[in-house]
C-alpha cells in the first residue's frame, strides 16, 4: 500500500523531499496490474535483444564504463560518447532506461498530474523513450507521443518502446535547443536530458519551458539529486516558481526488477532507491 508522503521541508520556495516505504517495483496502486505485464514485456524484450550478440559480463563492464562517463567524465557527454559503442547502448537501454521509466512513473503519479485536455506529449532528448512513455500512462487517456533526439539509435530504440506501451508516436531526429516544438497544447518531458546541453542551450531550452508552462501545458524536468550535475538547478527553480510552478527532490526505496538489479550489482552501484529531482507545471 502506497503511504502518504512525508514532506521534510515543504516551506515556499523550497525543494520538497518526499519519502515513501520501500515496496517492490511492481507495487502501482495507480497503473494496476495491465500495465506491469505491459512493462515486464518491453523489459524482457530488451533483455532478448540487448542480450542476444552480447555477454552479460560484457553489458555490466559497459555499465561501470556509462556510469563513470555520467559522473567522472561529463565534459565528453556533448560529444555522444555516452551512447557510443553497442555496450554502452546495451547498458543505457537495459538499466537506465528501466529506471527513468519507474522513477517518473513514480514522480508523476505522485505528482498527481491530471492534464486530461492535453492530447500530445514531447519527449525532448527521448533516449530509447523509457521516461516519455512512463508519464504518458498516467494520463487519463494515452496521448500521442513525439520523441526528439539527437541519436538516430536511440530514436529507433524510443519508436520501439512507445509502440511496446501502446503509444501512437512520431520520433524526430534533432537539437532541442535548435528545432522547433509542436506548438499545439502539449505536455512537454526533459528527463536526464538538460544536464547533457551546452549552457546557452539549456538557457533556451529552459526559457521555452517556462513560457509553454506559463502558458498553460504541462512541463516536467527530471534531473539526478547530485548538485554538480546540474549546478543551474537552483536558480531554474526560483524561476519555475516565480512562473507558478514547483519543484522537489524525491527518494523511493523500491526493489528493482531482477535484470536490473543484477546490473546493478555487477557494476558495483547502488540504486536501492531511486532518486531524482524535478521542476514542473501542472
Ligand atoms: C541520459 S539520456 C535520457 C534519455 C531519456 N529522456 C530518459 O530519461 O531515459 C539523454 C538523451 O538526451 C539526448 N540529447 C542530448 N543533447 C541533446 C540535444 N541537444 N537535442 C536532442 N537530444 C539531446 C541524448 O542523445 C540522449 O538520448
Redesign the pocket.
Known amino acids: 500500500m502506497r503511504r502518504a508522503p512525508v514532506n521534510i521541508r515543504d516551506p515556499p520556495g523550497e525543494a520538497l523531499l518526499t519519502e515513501f516505504s520501500r515496496r517492490s517495483y511492481s507495487a502501482i496502486p495507480l497503473i494496476g496490474k495491465p500495465l506491469m505485464q505491459t512493462f515486464d514485456n518491453w523489459l524482457r524484450a530488451l533483455e532478448e535483444r540487448h542480450l542476444a550478440d552480447l555477454t552479460f559480463p560484457e553489458v555490466s563492464r559497459a555499465l561501470r564504463a556509462l556510469s563513470s562517463a555520467y559522473v567522472e567524465r561529463r565534459g565528453r557527454l556533448k560529444a555522444g560518447a555516452a551512447?557510443s559503442g553497442a555496450g554502452k547502448r546495451a547498458a543505457f537501454a537495459l538499466f537506465?532506461?528501466p529506471l527513468?521509466y519507474l522513477l517518473v512513473r513514480e514522480i508523476s503519479a505522485t505528482i498527481g498530474f491530471r492534464p486530461a485536455q492535453l492530447t500530445t506529449l514531447i519527449d525532448l532528448?527521448?533516449?530509447?523513450g523509457?521516461?516519455g512513455a512512463a508519464w504518458a500512462q498516467t494520463f487519463p487517456k494515452l496521448p500521442a507521443i513525439v520523441g526528439?533526439?539527437?541519436?538516430s539509435w536511440?530514436l529507433s530504440e524510443a519508436s520501439r518502446t512507445y509502440r511496446a506501451f501502446g503509444l501512437a508516436a512520431r520520433t524526430r531526429l534533432g537539437?532541442?535547443?535548435t528545432t522547433g516544438w509542436p506548438t499545439s497544447p502539449a505536455a512537454l518531458l526533459a528527463?536526464?536530458?538538460l544536464n547533457?546541453?551546452s549552457d546557452a542551450?539549456r538557457e533556451t531550452v529552459l526559457q521555452r519551458l517556462v513560457e509553454r508552462g506559463v502558458r498553460g501545458d504541462a512541463v516536467l524536468v527530471v534531473e539526478p539529486v547530485a548538485g554538480f550535475v546540474a549546478p543551474w538547478w537552483n536558480r531554474w527553480r526560483e524561476v519555475f516558481e516565480a512562473g507558478g510552478g514547483r519543484a522537489a527532490d524525491w527518494r523511493f526505496p523500491l526493489e528493482l526488477p531482477a535484470i536490473v538489479a543484477k546490473l546493478d550489482r555487477a557494476a558495483g552501484l547502488d540504486h536501492r532507491a531511486l532518486t531524482g529531482r524535478s521542476l514542473w507545471f501542472g
Open positions: 551512447l537506465y532506461g527513468h532528448g527521448c533516449g530509447t523509457a521516461a526528439l533526439d539527437l541519436n536511440a537539437d532541442i535547443a528527463a536526464f536530458t547533457e546541453l542551450a
